[in-house]
């Protein structure tokens, strides 16, 4: 094989950059071992890489130093001792003095390291709680902001509708019935007002006064007209002096509401009547 | 210090060693991860972590297998690229052209100041401008030859020789600097 064609091939540098898979590096490696040549040039493309590195480099800052020699510090070994004492110390003040030598400054060290270990782990476990109750309180608000939300949509649903209906009953013919309980023994007080347009046949109820109830009864509102009491729909108690729109109505002398069972009847419980209204003609 | 003793050395975790070690290749090695990764701090974490990286694998270094720059090149090399790649900007920055590149080097804080000043720009400028484009990719935006050949449609020898030819060139003139 051509060595200067190998060389020139660019194989080299790239096995210095780390790109070469393993087959080739093994390859660049064994051609190394065999030709001079390649091993030269090899030695040389990394002196150049290294200088080149060097030269366009500036140094890391001392506190990385810092950092990392640090973090190696329990790492070292401790060293030999390499001075060569003295086997017979001449005078008696000498072991007291190597004593304090002893206490070599990896010691303190490695005290140190320790400290700023326990202070760094005592750090970390106090950010993490702090880190973890922040993010609770931000779950926390994000609920609150989508309750919020929602509440809004609510809110901005309802003042649509009221405005529709609002716009309809200005725009409309309608007539007010207003329905009473003075005569009847239910609800003495109950006051309820219809509004209705005979000629676009719509139906809306005002409840004014009328005593909510239990879960399995429900206000039911009657069209009473030639054919007889005609259920156009329940009535809801606590919705007070918003406008429930009714089923329609073409033709009605009178209105009449009365307590039904859960989800209203076919024919009114005439017993059980709360309020009565005649449309005035 | 002879290549064989820093070895020797580093194995024992002797301190005087890793000093040594460190005076004489932590601006080289620095200087590797800065190509790659602009931001000074981010640059610093990598190299803490690559430089012990380096002095508690070495027990796995294997001369045969190439020389102590190298290898330790390499770690700094692929700490970077990791990081980069971890930190998903390498993808903004291999889309950018290489005019938004070559420009960057002049505003980017950081690349400048060690590009500068050294005659590292002179040094450039004796490369063609092919060269010059693959020495910008592999050197300071982390690529692998095979990546430039892929992104940029040049052949794979191509990519080979360009490299081979920018490096003799950087070789050559690397002591007028």
Known sequence: MNIQDYIESGKLELFLLGELGEREREEVLTLAKTYPEIQQELEALEEAMFAFDQATGKNPSQ????KIFASLEDEFKPEQPTSKESPTPSSGAAPSETKVVKISPWKSFAIAASLVAILTSAAAIYFAGKF?????????LLQDQQVMADNL????????????????????EFKRVEMKGESFPMQKDAKVDVFWDSNAQE?????????????????????????????IGLVNPGEK??????????????FAITIEPKGGSKSPTLDKLVVLGEVVA | MQEEEIIA????????????????YSRALFAVICRIISDQD???EVFHDAFIKITRKINSYDESKGRLYTWMANICRNSAIDKLRSKEISQSGKTNTIDDFVYGLESQ????????????????????????????YIYFKGYTHSEISEEFDIPLGTVKSRVRAALQVLKKNIDSI
């Open chain 2, 9 to 24: 050395g580093l194995r024992g975790q002797d301190r005087k060693t890793v000093e040594y070690l460190y005076e004489k």
């Open chain 1, 63 to 66: 506190e990385i130093k810092k």
């Open chain 1, 153 to 172: 949509n609510q809110v901005k649903l309802q003042y649509e509708e009221t405005d529709s209906r609002l716009d309809r009953l200005v725009a409309g």
């Open chain 2, 42 to 44: 981010i640059a610093e």
């Open chain 1, 132 to 140: 973890y109750d922040t993010e609770e309180k931000f779950v926390a």
């Open chain 1, 241 to 254: 002096f918003t406008l429930q729109q009714m089923q329609a109505v073409a033709e009605a002398g009178a």
């Open chain 1, 203 to 231: 139906v809306f109820v005002a409840v004014n006064r009328l005593n909510s109830l239990s879960a399995e009864f429900d206000y039911q509102l009657w069209a009473i007209g030639k054919d007889g009491p005609v259920g």
């Open chain 2, 109 to 136: 804080s950081g690349t400048q100041e060690h590009v500068d000043g050294i005659g590292v720009r002179e040094l450039m400028s004796q490369l063609n401008e092919d060269q010059k484009f693959i020495i910008e």
